[in-house]
Structure formats: structure tokens, C-alpha cells
């Protein structure tokens, strides 16, 4: 690996390649997820749907190609990922892409969705457990180490029950959403508590801020696949979806203000959960007003996560992403 040379460190691309990176995979997963419902809802041939499946397995592939060879060749910066107080909340962006993927498979291929499945929900526990064993046994956490990044391992509990209740006994994922859901409102707690009465958020975490929209979004899509319906509480659930995304919008000159960075694919899953609720609440309850909603939420998501592409390709071809952080 050839290391270029900058005015402050070194460059070593594999070393300073991000675990972070999976969460492309989260995003292109969910628009995957997000077209095979608008295929459902609209019932339109499913090509697009299967097209961003293969898409999102290749993209995962190469992701997971480069950060096994990054553990292999440059563990030590894998253990200083682990042991920053920010990036440890990314490395279950692994287990959630399996999952996610599992979920985007299962109307192609139920074998392999259960693999994946399988796999994920298995290295999401672990992924957990660790996590949240070093959030309880720290030494380096402080308030402003806390961010909306510190949902990912949750979100990834609630996510479980979506293709779970296909794939094994009832109790399995009711055990994962009771995680989510519990953890949550707990983390949900702290990270308002940062919000509102500490130091606003560096600029290259401010995109974060979109992921409040992913727990009651997935909560809602998980929830109602547990219960087979949208209830009273399914309502609930996304009627929270509803209100943070209203709570973004007056966030869009903040978040455009700030220069590209992978966090910035912390857009696209949390508006494609959202997108995928508003279609799975105009499925369930009949009402057009959803449905036409999910079909503009739709072609907005399209527009981000092409736009997420397009600048990330600009950003590896021009070397501005995977350099050390001064």
C-alpha cells in the first residue's frame, strides 16, 4: 500500500478506511427494502428492487474485502476505532447490514435472507453486549462524547423482528424489540440531555442528527410484523416518525452547511426507514393520503442516496475521504 505523504500525517488508506463505510450499505439496503414495498403498494414489476439488492451485496462485499484486510494488516488502528468513544457506535453497522440485506433478500431468495439473517441477528447481540459493556465499564466518556450515533446498536434490535418472525420462535424477536425499545428511550433521554445543555455538535457528527428518525420508524415496521397490523401503539410509533421528521426540517440549512463526509450517509437509512413506515401505514390502512406520501418519500430518497453516491465516488477519486483526522 502506497503512502502519501500531506502537510500534518501520513496517508494509509486501508489504516484510515472507517468502519463507518458500512453504512453505505445501510442506505443502499434501505432503498432496496423501501422499492420492493413501492412495488408492493403500486404493484409495478419488481426489477428496481432486485437491481439495488445486487447492488447493495456488491457494495457490501467490497466493504467487508478492504476492512478484513485493514484487520489483518493494521489491527492496531481496528483497536483504536474500538476504543474511540464515537466510532465504537459504527461497528455494528456490520451486523445491521447483515440484517438489513437479509430483509431486502427475503422476496428473491428465502435461503439465503435466512443466512443473512441468521448471521447478523447472532453478530448484532454480540455487538451489543459489547458495546454497552464498554459504555458501562469506561473511563473516557464524557457528555460530549454523546451523540445520536449511540441509537445504531439499538436500532439494530428493532430491526430483528422484521424478517425474525419468518425465521424463528415468536419469543426471539420480541426479546430483540424489548431491547430496542427499552434502550431507546433510555438513550433518547441522554442524547436530548446533550442536545439541549451542552456544546452543540462538530460539524462532521451534526448529520447524525438524522438518526432520531430511525428508532420509532423501524420500531413501527417491526411492530407491526410482530402484531400483524398497525394498533393503537403501532400508531404511536410512527406518529414519532412523523414529528422528528418535522423536527429536521428546520435542521436542512444546518446540515447543508457542513462539508462531505461519510457521516453524511447518516441521511439515508433514517429517511429510508421512514419511507418504508408511511408505505407500510398507507398498505395497512387503506388510507391514499399515506400511500401517495411513501411514493413522494420515495423518489426524495432516491434523489439522497444517488446524491450520497455521486459524492462519495467524487471524494475517493479526489482523496478526501480515508485520511487521518487531525
Request: charged share 10%.
Amino acid at each position: 500500500m502506497n503512502v502519501l505523504k500531506s502537510d500534518a500525517l501520513p496517508i494509509d488508506r486501508i489504516r484510515d478506511f472507517p468502519v463507518s463505510f458500512f453504512a453505505t450499505v445501510m442506505g443502499i439496503s434501505g432503498l432496496a427494502i423501501a422499492f420492493h414495498k413501492m412495488e408492493a403498494v403500486f404493484t409495478v414489476p419488481r426489477y428496481g428492487s432486485t437491481v439495488l439488492l445486487v447492488l447493495a451485496l456488491a457494495v457490501f462485499s467490497l466493504v467487508v474485502f478492504i476492512y478484513a484486510h485493514k484487520m489483518l494488516t493494521r489491527w492496531e488502528a481496528v483497536a483504536e476505532e474500538w476504543l474511540h468513544p464515537i466510532r465504537i457506535s459504527f461497528f455494528p453497522t456490520i451486523s445491521i447490514s447483515l440484517i438489513l440485506l437479509a430483509v431486502a433478500a427475503a422476496p428473491s431468495s428465502m435461503l439465503a435472507s435466512k443466512a443473512l439473517w441468521w448471521s447478523g441477528t447472532a453478530l448484532h447481540l454480540l455487538m451489543t453486549l459489547l458495546v454497552m459493556t464498554s459504555w458501562i465499564n469506561h473511563s473516557r466518556y464524557e457528555v460530549v462524547h454523546t451523540n445520536p450515533a449511540w441509537f445504531i446498536p439499538i436500532v439494530g434490535n428493532i430491526l430483528v423482528p422484521i424478517a425474525g418472525v419468518h425465521y424463528a420462535p415468536a419469543d426471539v424477536s420480541w426479546f430483540f424489540f424489548a431491547i430496542g425499545l427499552v434502550f431507546w428511550l433510555v438513550l433518547l433521554t441522554i442524547v436530548l440531555n446533550r442536545l439541549v445543555f451542552h456544546s452543540p455538535l462538530p460539524g462532521r457528527l451534526v448529520p447524525t442528527l438524522a438518526i432520531l428518525l430511525a428508532p420509532p420508524s423501524v420500531g413501527f415496521i417491526s411492530w407491526g410484523a410482530l402484531t400483524g397490523g398497525v394498533d393503537a401503539f403501532g400508531r404511536i410509533l410512527y406518529f414519532v416518525a412523523v414529528f422528528f421528521f418535522l423536527l429536521m426540517i428546520p435542521q436542512l440549512p444546518k446540515f447543508a452547511r457542513q462539508p462531505f463526509a461519510l457521516s453524511w450517509w447518516a441521511y439515508s437509512f433514517p429517511f429510508a426507514a421512514f419511507t418504508i413506515a408511511t408505505l407500510v401505514m398507507g398498505e395497512q390502512s387503506g388510507v391514499a393520503f399515506y400511500q401517495w406520501t411513501g411514493a413522494a418519500l420515495f423518489g426524495l430518497l432516491i434523489l439522497v442516496i444517488a446524491g450520497l453516491a455521486i459524492r462519495t465516488l467524487i471524494a475517493v477519486r479526489r482523496g478526501e475521504i480515508c485520511r487521518p483526522e487531525h
